[in-house]
């Protein structure tokens, strides 16, 4: 019993010797795979099928991650050898003495963890991509529902204001009282439209129908655009979990290392309380990263019209390098080539239509109506024709004609406005585009590569004891808070491209511009006052 107590104390002694050497003897490296230059944020593969629910339940999400920034390896000097014999020594007192904690074997022995280790959250079994969110938008969001029928509403009223007037047809009795001179005509009736009222009335609603499919086209880049900017955004909050978690592992590491140290008389109190203080943050921030993933999953589905989709894997990629952009450019070829603004020049030619439709109305339509019976008086047949038509003399359509115009002068404003917005939704996303861009260049070239080089020194500082623990601890998460904001950056930088993409527009669940029209133009081209 004494031999196994002296030989437990021999390797505890032992342990905190090869955990400092160990310590000192790894580095935090940054897997190139992690920095390596990504795809663009807008080159999505959009050639698969749409895949059902049930295809989306049965697919796994254990799916390889991107390797972890917070891998270990080991210095190649000469303290490897002696640590390599410190572990030894220390292996063969473990299994000498079955008491000896796991943790502390653990520590001298196991690295920390990677990317590809098993601890990492496991939200479901869907893993999705960008495309399968766009197919399921596209045929689910009720906004296009909404519009689809808007079009056809428009469809349809363009067709029955061009239709013409029914005839009347109707029998006439004259004289009944004295059936010697009683007269029985039969008569039909038409009214005869002039002007070519009928045909500027399709005219009127043929650019209604124009603006109407417009609208639908915009409000499928609304979609779009929002689905590829909320999908970048929950992308990179999964990523956000992943750094945090991986973190994890070490902040846990480095409580245990340093109440070890704090028992072999080697460290203080404050080292295990910063130890705990690092390790509570990063908890706390792995369940802020879960609830903001689980968030932006639930405004995702609902933006797609699929709120059954239970929270799974994300399949993408965030960018690392994206061109610089003129904006000016972007501007005009925004301006040149967005929806937003053909729905507003169609509203424009459908208010020009609409002047010629009005200065037409005053002309009168004529009604024809001919008649054939019987005079039982004379014993004859008869034959009556009847013509007639308003005349404008008070009413000319000229209030109609005010309206309509003033109606043009404000469409063309509205187009104005429209692209005064973009000008400035652009600026905005300009802000965000060059922003981000600057941020992840920086970090790439710059502060992660400074980062991981003080995290390494701090290492190597500490192994020869001229730093303290605390400064490990800060060089540490340093280099963790550089990988998040370096996330962070890569996620805005995506969002901004899939606004510019997306000719500046969002808003994919706002209240639809339902502007199909009616057919009270044809009622006007038969009231003649």
């Given amino acids: ?16 010797l090869g955990i400092s050497g160990c310590m000192s003897a790894r580095q935090y490296v940054h897997s190139p795979a992690w920095l390596a230059p990504r795809k663009s944020a807008t080159e999505v593969d959009h050639s698969s099928p749409r895949r059902t629910q049930a295809e989306f339940a049965e697919e796994s999400s254990s799916r390889d991650r991107t390797e972890s920034p917070f891998k270990l390896v080991a210095y190649s000097d000469s303290a490897s050898q002696s640590e390599a014999a410190q572990r030894s020594a220390v292996s063969t007192a473990d299994n000498a003495s079955s008491s000896t904690p796991q943790n502390e074997r653990n520590l001298v022995t196991d690295n920390y963890p990677t990317a590809t280790s098993n601890s990492t959250i496991e939200l479901g079994m869907s893993a999705m991509t960008l495309g399968d969110f766009e197919s399921i938008a596209l045929s689910n969001n009720p906004t296009l529902r909404e519009l689809a029928f808007a079009t056809q509403k428009a469809a349809g009223f363009r067709n029955q204001v061009g239709l013409s007037p029914n005839p009347v047809a109707g029998y006439q009795a004259v004289q009944l009282a004295d059936k010697s001179t009683d007269q029985h005509t039969a008569f039909i009736e038409q009214e005869i439209v002039r002007g070519g009222k009928l045909e500027l009335n399709r005219r009127v609603l043929n650019e209604a129908l124009r603006a109407q499919l417009l609208e639908l086209e915009t409000q499928r880049m609304r979609v779009t655009t929002d689905i590829r900017a909320k999908f970048y955004d929950a992308l990179a909050a999964q990523r956000r979990i992943e750094i945090i978690h991986e973190f994890q592992s070490v902040t846990d590491q480095g409580l245990e290392l340093a109440e070890l140290r704090k028992k072999a008389l080697e460290g203080t109190q404050i080292d295990v309380l910063q130890a705990k203080v690092q390790k509570n943050e990063v908890d706390l921030a792995y369940r802020q990263a879960q609830v903001a993933f689980a968030a932006a999953w639930r ?11 239970a929270p799974g894997r994300l399949i993408g990629e965030l960018p690392s390098e994206v061109a610089t952009l003129d904006w000016s450019s972007v501007a005009a070829s925004t301006i040149n080539s967005s929806p937003e603004r053909q729905v507003a ?18 002309i009168s339509n004529l009604t024809v109506q001919m008649a054939a019976g019987v005079d039982n008086g004379t014993n004859s047949g008869l034959v009556n024709l009847q013509i007639g038509a ?3 003399v008070f009413n000319q359509n000229q209030g109609n004609i005010a309206a309509a115009r003033a109606e043009y002068c404000r469409s063309v404003a509205e ?7 973009i000008k400035a939704r652009v600026a905005a996303i300009s802000q965000a585009y060059d922003s981000s861009l600057a941020a992840v260049t920086s970090y790439n070239d710059e502060i992660l590569p400074s980062a991981e080089e003080s995290l390494r020194l701090a290492e190597l500082a500490y192994k020869a004891g001229e730093t303290s623990f605390i400064q490990v601890l800060v060089a540490r998460r340093t280099y963790f808070d ?25 808003g994919g669940l706002d209240a639809v511009n339902d502007q199909s029209g009616d057919d009270s133009l044809r009622g006007l081209t038969f009231s003649q006052q």
């Avoid at 405004?299 to 989709?309: H, P, Q, R, V």
């Avoid at 424009?348 to 037409?360: F, G, K, L, S, T």
């Avoid at 187009?415 to 917005?421: F, P, Q, T």
């Fill in 299 to 309: 405004e995702l589905s609902a933006l797609a019209g699929a709120t059954y989709l």
């Fill in 1 to 16: 019993m004494n031999i196994n107590r002296h030989a437990l104390k021999l390797a505890l002694a032992l342990s905190t």
């Fill in 482 to 506: 550089s990988n998040l904001q370096f996330n962070q950056a890569r996620g805005q930088l995506a969002r901004a491209q899939a606004l510019v993409d997306g000719f500046a527009l969002s």
């Fill in 415 to 421: 187009v104005e406005r429209i692209e005064n917005s």
């Fill in 390 to 392: 308003p005349l404008p």
């Fill in 345 to 362: 020049q169609a509203r424009v030619a459908q208010a020009r239509a609409n002047i010629e439709r009005q200065i037409a109305q005053p």
